[in-house]
């Protein structure tokens, strides 16, 4: 008999272990080094070898921080301060070029605010065009970000692109909702869950408008996500009276479970640009905690290979 290398002239690699659907789902969550201080409803940006933890609510005293802290892989250092104290706040870009908008300075006071990080210092730029909000979710660069839903006076649809400079509002999401995951760039991005009386929506946006698509399998808000609009995971979140550690993995089209994080948790940050290598830190477990969590797929997905 004839071999497939003699007739299509290649061979194509055998493996000792079945691949899976997609790179989500064959990863599983590892212990990683420990906020300086605990926190939750913050926000977060980077990678997991590269990310910063910004803002939050902090216990003692109760109330937003300005703090932030920079991940390298391995531990959490404090660097410079925000301008102001916030929590509930959204993030975009890298530990060199990244920032944050919206949020609220407890106890109630929401905000239409931006700051921008330029790898050493933080500076006032914009406000959004729009209402205050906070418990939205943002991703992007900081010449080119997105901020979508949130919770005003209620919740909101609203979402805004920031071009550098200002900020203009665009097509509304389809579902009003607060506290969700989101992941991707300003024309392509993803939402998913969120509050009020947790949700399993999923939308997508072109550039020009939001589509709705599979929803999530498990409803919930308080939760985040990691990746590309066409790669992702979500994970943790919460519906009363249950605080989850679930990660569903979406490929495109449709979501699946894959690996539980250790902790069940709401209200975290994440380093959002990875659906294989993904960072969750703080949040609440209920109490406020300093634990972080790396995501990292399969290493046998990468393996196929022709030749």
Sequence with gaps: MAKYSDIKGFTVQTLSTDTVANQGAGGAWA??????????????LGSQTAALAVGGFIPSPPGGTANVEQ???????????????????????TTTA?????????????QKTAEVWDGSSWTEVGDFSGVVRQALVGGGTTTAAIAAAGYTTDYAAIVETWDGSSWTETTDVNTARAELAGF??????????????????????DGSSWTEVNDINTARGQLKGSGIYTSGIVFA????????????????????????????????????????AALAFG??????????????????LSTITVS
């Design 184 to 205: 991707g760039t300003q024309s392509n991005f993803l939402i998913a869950g969120g509050d009020p009386t947790p949700k399993a929506n999923t939308e997508l946006w």
């Design 98 to 110: 990244g920032m944050t908008f919206g949020g609220a300075q407890p106890p109630s006071t929401r």
């Design 71 to 93: 991940y390298n892989g391995s531990s959490w250092t404090e660097i410079a301060d925000l301008n102001a104290a916030i929590a509930s706040n959204a993030a975009a870009g």
């Design 31 to 44: 212990s990683g080094g420990s906020l300086n201080a605990v926190k939750q409803n913050l926000a977060g």
């Design 283 to 300: 949040g609440g477990t209920p109490s406020s905690t300093t634990a972080t969590e790396e995501f990292t797929a399969d290493a046998t």
């Design 237 to 276: 979140g919460y519906n009363a009276p249950t605080l989850y550690a679930n990660t569903e993995s979406w490929d495109g089209s449709s979501w699946t479970e894959v690996n539980d994080m250790a902790t069940a948790r709401r209200k975290l940050g994440s380093a959002n640009t990875s659906a294989t």
